[in-house]
């Protein structure tokens, strides 16, 4: 079965740091991914996606994330995250299976930035 | 373009009542979906709608009930609510074809409180 697992559940930094979130699938065929992204109170958002050509995207406020096919991996990054950057982050993936796009979502990884 | 509208944003249900969570897109997408998020579990699928005059069950559907009522609108009724339906339910909407097809986008969310 297709599943997505995200490592870290709370992740807490300072203002400026950097940010790698973790991202792993298991899925045999071709896919592609997403990161989301819900500010508090809000609904969410589509940080960046992959579909095919170069693995390492980029997307909106300065993320991006890097596709490891071998390691079936998609890591979050971002270089030095603000204040505004806390919220709840989710991968997920996306495949065919029973006839309809099929999108899995990890549990998600809640960020939170102090100043 | 208002993207995927919800309504309410807001309820609290006794136990055993019914209600209709709402859901339309302007964006003419084909597919439709509800889902609930519950804290460290992501987000489940409940329903979808793969185009108008199809519904097919998802990941949890247990519970509950669905009508593609047009290409805009996507409904989700809770028969007999029960304490654990209490989540906050999104909708979502994809579009035609090609990459469209693969990305959702998210309506505000339906935080729902059965007691």
């Known amino acids: 079965a297709q599943s997505v697992s995200q490592h870290n559940h709370h992740v807490i930094l300072s203002e400026a740091a950097s940010l790698e979130l973790g991202c792993n699938y298991s899925?045999?065929?071709?896919?592609?991914l997403f990161w989301y992204v819900q500010y508090p109170g809000q609904h969410l958002q589509l940080l960046l996606k992959y579909f095919s050509g170069d693995p390492l995207v980029k997307g909106i406020k300065g993320f991006e994330a890097e596709f490891i096919k071998s390691k079936f991996s998609f890591n979050l990054r971002k270089p030095s995250v603000q204040w505004s950057d806390t919220a709840e982050y989710f991968c997920?993936?996306?495949?065919?299976?029973?006839?309809?796009?099929?999108?899995?979502f990890g549990a998600g990884t809640r960020l939170a930035v102090h100043p | 373009n208002a993207g995927v509208t919800q309504t309410p944003k807001f309820q609290v249900l006794k136990t055993g009542q019914s209600m209709t969570l709402q859901c339309a897109q302007d964006?003419?997408?084909?597919?439709m979906y509800w889902y609930r998020q519950d804290p460290g579990m992501g987000l489940r699928l409940i329903y979808y709608?793969?185009?108008?005059?199809?519904?097919d069950k998802g990941e949890v559907p247990n519970g509950y009930n669905v009508s593609r009522l047009n290409k805009r609108e996507f409904s989700l009724r809770l028969e007999s609510a029960a304490p654990s339906q209490t989540s906050v339910y999104f909708c979502?909407?994809?579009?035609?074809?090609?990459?469209?097809?693969?990305?959702?986008?998210f309506g505000p969310g339906t935080r729902l409180t059965v007691t």
């Open positions: 709608s793969a185009s108008e005059g199809t519904t």
């Open positions: 979502a909407s994809s579009g035609p074809g090609g990459e469209d097809a693969y990305e959702q986008y």
């Open positions: 899925y045999g065929g071709t896919v592609n």
């Open positions: 997920a993936v996306n495949g065919i299976s029973g006839g309809y796009n099929k999108l899995i």
């Open positions: 964006m003419n997408h084909n597919s």
